[in-house]
Every structure is written in C-alpha cells, then in structure tokens.
C-alpha cells in the first residue's frame, strides 16, 4: 500500500508539472535557498485594517477536513458552530467549509488539486506544498504579509524560527501552519501508564528499559484489573509507531525525526541502520515474545477501538498518545471505574544510559495555503492575520472561544469557564465543540495549555520530570521539487522495506541474525543519497 501511495505521488506530481506549465505565478528568479524576500519582508510594516473587514456580504471557500475531536464531541464544521458565527459577526466574512473525513481528506483533495479546477479560496494541502507551488495552484503569500498582515508579520519577526518553518528553497512563502508548541511544556508525545494498578501490585514506577520489562509482565498476569480474568493488555499501541518512544532508551530519534538525526558535527545520520537499532529491536521482540504488546498494534487499529481499551480498564500502559490525554481518560472512566488513574511517566533509561524525549518542532507539518483560484487574496489574507495571528483571533478560534460563554476575563486574562473546565467531554472535546482548536491555522497559547491541563496537579508534576530530557528533534525543512522528487524515488523502496523488516524483526519471523543483510539492503538501496539530500536542506536550515 505504500508502494502504491508513493506511485499515485508520483502520478500527481506530472500532473501538476503539466498543468502548472506557463502559468507558474510563483517563479523566482534568484538562485535556490535565496532569502532576500523573507529579508524584505522583515522590514515592511504591514497596514492596519479595520473590522469589519469588509463592508459588502462576502463568503470565504475553505478546504480542510473534519477534526477529529469535533467529530467525537458531535458535531461538524458544516454546522454554523459558536467561535465561527463570532468570527463572522466581527469580520464580515463568511465561512463555507468543504470538509471531508480525516481518513480520506488527503486522497479526495489530490484529486481535486490534480484536476486544478474550481479551486476553494483556502485549503489544507494534503502533502508537501512545494509541489502545488511550483504547478502555480497555491500563490505566494509574502508580499500580502508584509502589506495587509501586521498580526503575521509580528510573529514573524518575534518568532523567526516560525517563518523558517515556512520558508520555500526559493526564499518565498506559500502557506501558514498552526504553531502549537506552547503545549510541549505540559502536553507531548510520551508514556502513560495505570498508576493504580502499579499501587495494587505493589510496584514502583519503571526507571530503566528492564523496568518496564518487569512491570509489563506483572501487568499481564497479575490480575490488576481484579476481575479475575487474565485480558490485560500490558502496553496498548495504535500501531507499531508507538514502541519508537521506546528506542529514546538507546538514543534514537523515530518517533518525531522518522530516524533522521545529526550527529555533533551536524552529519545527518540515518539511524534505521544504526548498530543501536538492533539492541532496541532485540528488547521489542522480547516484550512480544513475552505477550506484553497490543494484539492489533499491527494492524489497520481505529482510535475508537484503542480507545475503548484504555477506558475499559483493560490496558495497562500506553505508547500512542499525547500525555493530557490520560487525565481525560481518567474523567471518562470515573462512573465506572472510579479508582482508575492514568498518568503520565518519564522514558525510560536504556542499557547503556541512554534517556531522551523528542521534542516537538514549533509548527505542525500541516500547510494551509491560498490558491490560484482566489478572487480576493487581500481580503482572506486579512482574514487570515485576523483569526490566526490577532490576540482576539487567537482568543476566540486557537483557544478560549467566546467571552460570557467558555471563558470569562480576570484581571485581564482570559479564564475558562465551567462549561469547558468541568465539561464531561474533557477540556479538548468542550472546545471543539464549539469549534475551536481545529483542523485551521492557529496559535496556542500559554495561558490555555495552563488552564486547560495544569489543573491536573500529578501530570504537571510528571511533565516537569519527563521534559528534563528533551531534545530537539529534527528540523522542519521545506524542501524544493527536485528534491522532493529525488528523496521519494529513493525512499518509495527503502520505506516499505524497512517497515516490513522492522515487524518481521519484533514479531520474530525474521531472526535479527540478519540485520546486516537488513542494513546491507538499504545501503544497496541507495541511502547514501538520500542522505546527501537531507544534509543539503539541513545544512540550508542552519545557514
């Protein structure tokens, strides 16, 4: 299926290269990696506008897909949801959504950009957006910031690393990401695991890598649940993903940076071949030798099903989930299972002392771009620096909603209310209910990650300890069409054969008496280049 997914890129990209054919809007006539536009960019001063921004009846085509916590609250951004009715009652803009499921957004909109025609103002792109810009269906966004976007340019110049994030090889920029970093203090990709049921086995918290061994084992056939039955699932997992939170023990960076890494001299490793992968593959296939992995982790699992499991008190530790989901876990199950209490744990300590957490890069590698077809580019941009990048934007969209309602103001603050705070839903639900916090471009703020998840007095305690051992993880790097081209030609191979080799190895139908052959196979791959490739756009990211 990978396979097949990387040949329909493929397909997709001589489409684009075909249609964008005399009609590239975006054409740059300075030489790759040229930043002299985002220099000038720098140095302009946007206008101020007032609201409304528009004075006739005007409505905004957006492209996105459902999110999946409105979804789960219940409702859809075809409704007319509370923080959007405000955003238009001030802006003057109205909203039309074209959603469509999470799970077939990304198919459904190729499609359409490959067909190039009746475009929607604003859209989610489905993958790299240099593609779609140099087949010209997404214009360049710098000139709109630096003229009608005060709001955009102040972040940028506040927070350069967030214009990096969106800067092209060609020095333009093209698209807009929600910048969410805000909540790695608090609320990241780590470990959970049932408190309770370590209290009732008499069990301290797993420090080390063989810790957790052993506590996975007693998970399985203590009987912690005290139901009498043994249908424990020691670590429940979405998907094989989750166990590269355990390869943070021997000091490789899967889980965020996909095995790119660099070393002290900035070489860019690829660590799939790393000796160190063995020892971690090696201690994988002994925890499901020893039946303490999810059963379906490797299979097509849906989160209602994983789901239904951390809450059916079954499971008894996760690697799949952002660390704020296990107190909302905890609200779910109180009725039932009162004295249930999934927290959060530090990773674990490797064999040879190794101890880190990824941390995340500060956009998420979602775009969102204004297409060729856009009547009115200054207006959405407007809109845009409204919503997105605005305090009262920000407020009302990103993060608190609507005052009098989910949030109230104390000496100056927002603060939430009730209504989002003690929602039975749990805080990220009781926001996207309302339509906040979504699949659209926003910043979260400090002020809501505190509200929202530090009234849970253990997680912020486990979260300090646990962000003790961050790193960074690889830099996000827009990456120009020929390399695009270039790294997907080469990884289309190597990626499904590493997948399939990194299963047969943990599931112990392949002998790990032959991860040489495994490497040797990568290496005649073509690695080698690839990895060029990624230390071109490093070593531009640095520069």
């Known amino acids: 299926m990978k396979r097949l997914r990387y040949i329909l890129i493929a397909i997709l990209v001589l489409t684009l290269v075909i249609t964008g054919c005399g009609k590239d809007i975006n054409k740059s006539d300075g030489k790759k990696g040229d930043t002299g536009g985002i220099t000038s960019l720098l140095d302009k001063e946007a206008k101020d506008y007032e609201l409304p921004i528009v004075d006739d009846p005007f409505t905004l085509v957006f492209a996105t897909s459902e999110d999946s916590e409105a979804i789960a609250a219940g409702v859809s951004y075809n409704q007319t949801l509370p923080a959007f009715e405000e955003l238009e009652k001030r802006t003057g803009i109205k909203v039309k959504f074209e959603v469509t499921p999470p799970d077939q957004y990304n198919t459904t909109v190729q499609t359409r950009l490959a067909a190039g025609k009746d475009l929607p103002d604003l859209i989610r792109l489905p993958d790299d957006p240099i593609r779609y810009a140099k087949g010209g269906l997404i214009i360049s ?52 695991m049932r408190k309770d049921w370590l209290e009732r086995l008499d069990l301290d918290e797993p420090e080390t890598i063989e810790d957790w061994f052993r506590v996975l084992s007693e998970f399985k056939d203590g009987d912690p649940n005290g139901n009498g039955k043994n249908d424990e699932i020691p670590l429940l997992a979405m998907n094989v993903d989750g166990l590269y939170k355990f390869a943070w023990s021997y000091g490789l960076h899967l889980a965020l940076s996909e095995g790119w890494y660099f070393d002290d001299d900035g070489k860019v490793i690829y660590e799939w071949t790393d000796p160190r992968m063995k020892e971690w593959l090696e201690e994988m296939n002994r925890w499901y030798t020893a039946g303490l992995l999810d059963p379906d982790m490797t299979a097509a699992q849906s989160m209602d099903k994983y789901t239904a499991k951390a809450i059916g008190d079954i499971g008894g530790a996760s690697c799949s989930d952002f660390t704020m989901r296990f107190p909302q876990w905890n609200e779910r199950m109180v009725a039932e299972y009162p004295d249930a209490r999934w927290e959060g744990v530090t990773p674990p300590e490797g064999p040879n002392g190794d101890r880190i957490l990824e941390r995340e890069q500060p956009t998420e590698n979602i775009h ?22 605005s305090e009262e934007g920000q407020i009302l969209v990103g993060n608190f909603g609507i005052e009098g309602l989910s949030y109230n103001m104390v000496d100056g603050r927002p603060q939430f209310t009730d209504l989002i705070l003690k929602s039975e839903l749990g805080t990220g639900l009781a926001q996207a209910s309302l339509g906040m916090n979504g699949t659209f471009p926003r910043i979260l703020m400090k002020e809501c990650i505190e509200q929202r998840f530090m009234q849970y007095d253990n997680e912020v305690a486990q979260s300090n300890k646990a962000t003790e051992y961050h790193v960074p993880s690889f830099p996000r790097v827009l990456a120009a069409k020929e390399e695009i081209d270039a790294f997907v030609g080469i990884m289309a191979d190597i990626d499904t054969y590493k997948d399939e080799m990194i299963v047969k190895f943990i599931q112990g139908k392949e002998s790990l008496d032959k991860f040489d052959e495994y490497v040797q196979g990568i290496e005649a791959m073509g690695i080698e280049d690839a990895i060029a490739i990624k230390q071109a756009q490093y070593d531009r990211y640095i520069k």
């Open 141 to 192: 966004i710098d000139e709109l910031i630096g003229e009608y976007a005060p709001n955009i340019l102040k972040l940028f110049k506040d927070r350069p690393e967030v214009m990096k994030a969106q800067t092209a090889p060609d020095g333009k920029i093209y698209t807009l990401s929600a910048v969410v970093d805000a909540r790695s203090m608090v609320n990241f990709a780590g470990l959970g």
């Open 368 to 389: 969102y771009a204004i297409t060729r077809d856009c009547k009115d580019p200054e207006t959405v941009i407007k809109w845009l620096d409204y919503m997105f990048a």
